[in-house]
């Protein structure tokens, strides 16, 4: 490149060599009014390329400068980024480790070389946050969201802070703006159903169900998503019932029947429209129907509540033999007609079919209601033989029950387990199967 140069200055001189020898004449340069000089030509030709080389040096020099600060402006902020990101690791590194007070203090650090650090303005909310303490968690990812509103990690833990402080309403305000952005996110719409389940907005519920069903690809997710359908089809049916609607509680558990024809707690909604209804016959008839289908003994439970209460234990009665003609070894059958017979004080019945029940299999339910009649036949010495046996004599005479799903115990029915949030899965307790699951 060098000798290029040389070469091309060589031309340059010899062809200004030869323009002067053709150019000897003098050229008049006016400076000022009344001020000229007459210079030769080949003078005019040096100062015209000295002043077009000078311009040339400033406009490279200009550049240069200009490279020259950029770089170094690059160089202190690739400096100052590997500084916060050190320090950011570093914190991480703490946060990681359960060391919440250092990593907050580092954070800290980090904020103050970069104010805007999102990052570290996001960790420093999740700090606050795994301390229960929302207000402060809530203001840092307000900070952050004003930062940059459309960062999505942002509006999910916002979403995140304000469902733990009970501020449902928020947070579905939250979730919504994330939906406006992208209506398919499957991590908005799961979040969303979950916030209409705690605010009890059933009817909403179900709509935004049907929603997602239409996303799931698979037959076996859609299957799932069925079914919980058909629970918020039946809960939006339970709150019409409990708000005295009936005739939308009505369709609502017809919704359900026509998805799961076997959906118990469904079953036991219309047969209670019905009673509300005023029409006790039709729902005796229906439930004994429905338990002749279903064989269901929550079923055969209420049905018993309706047909005592309406002066009618025989045709109850008449129910059980019927089931115990077909399943003459059924112990459960037989313990439940025990009961009754017990209810009804008709004890030497209730003595003879329970003395018939493999009592290994219903131990402590059998103890507590032989002992009770015993108590009541005055034989105090038999009765207290039969409590002894009883596990837990606070229980006697009142079965409880127990979710198939994950063995959660209660003592009143309910149509969803409020441990798993599993519906129709509530039974009897009979043979303490939640003790064991729990074992």
């Known amino acids: 490149m060098g000798k290029f140069l040389t070469f091309l200055f060589i031309v340059f001189i010899g062809a200004l060599g030869y323009f002067a020898l053709l150019n000897r004449d003098q050229v008049a340069i006016i400076v000022a009014q009344g001020h000229a000089y007459e210079i030769p030509k080949v003078a005019l030709v040096l100062i015209s390329s000295a002043i077009g080389a000078l311009l040339m040096l400033f406009v490279f020099a200009v550049r240069d400068t200009r490279r020259f600060i950029f770089t170094v402006r690059m160089q202190k902020k690739a400096k100052k980024e590997d500084k916060i990101k050190n320090l950011y690791e570093k914190a991480l590194d703490a946060y990681f480790a359960e060391e919440m007070d250092d990593s907050r203090v580092i954070l800290e650090q980090v904020l103050n070389e970069d104010p805007d650090y999102i990052k570290a303005i996001l960790k420093l909310g999740d700090i606050a946050y795994s301390r229960g303490d929302y207000k402060a968690a809530y203001e840092y990812y307000s900070r952050a969201d004003s930062i940059d509103p459309d960062r999505i990690a942002t509006l999910f833990a916002l979403v995140k802070v304000k469902t733990a402080a009970g501020e449902y309403a928020d947070a579905l305000a939250y979730v919504d703006e994330i939906l406006d952005d992208n209506e398919g996110n ?254």
């Open 186 to 439: 499957m991590r908005a719409l799961n979040t969303k159903r979950n916030l209409l389940d705690s605010m009890d907005r059933w009817d909403d519920l179900v709509y935004l169900q049907k929603k997602i069903i239409k996303k799931k690809q698979t037959e076996n997710e859609k299957e799932q998503e069925q079914k919980r359908l058909v629970g918020y089809q039946y809960e939006y049916g339970r709150h019409s019932l409990e708000s005295g609607e009936l005739e939308k509680a009505q369709k609502a558990f017809r919704a359900v029947l026509k998805l799961d024809g076997n959906f118990v707690p469904a079953h036991l909604g219309l047969a209670e429209v019905m009673y509300r209804e005023e029409n006790t016959e039709d729902a005796i008839n229906y439930l004994e129907n429905i338990y002749g289908q279903t064989l269901s003994l929550i079923v055969l439970a209420r049905l018993e509540d309706l047909l005592i209460a309406t002066g009618e234990p025989s045709r109850l009665i008449r129910i059980y033999k019927n089931s115990l003609a077909d399943e003459p070894s059924n112990n459960t059958l037989k313990l439940f007609l025990g009961k009754l017979y017990h209810r009804l004080e008709m004890l030497d019945d209730a003595i003879e079919i329970l003395e018939d029940v493999d009592s290994a299999a219903i131990y402590p339910e059998i103890a507590k209601i032989m002992g009770n009649i015993y108590l009541k036949r005055k034989q105090p010495e038999k009765a207290a033989e039969e409590f002894r046996k009883a596990v837990d004599m606070k229980t006697a005479f009142r079965m409880p029950y127990c979710c198939s799903n994950c063995g959660f115990f209660s003592v009143d029915w309910s149509g969803r387990c409020p441990s798993c949030k599993e519906w129709d899965t509530f039974r009897f307790d009979i043979f303490a199967s939640c003790k064991f699951r729990k074992d």
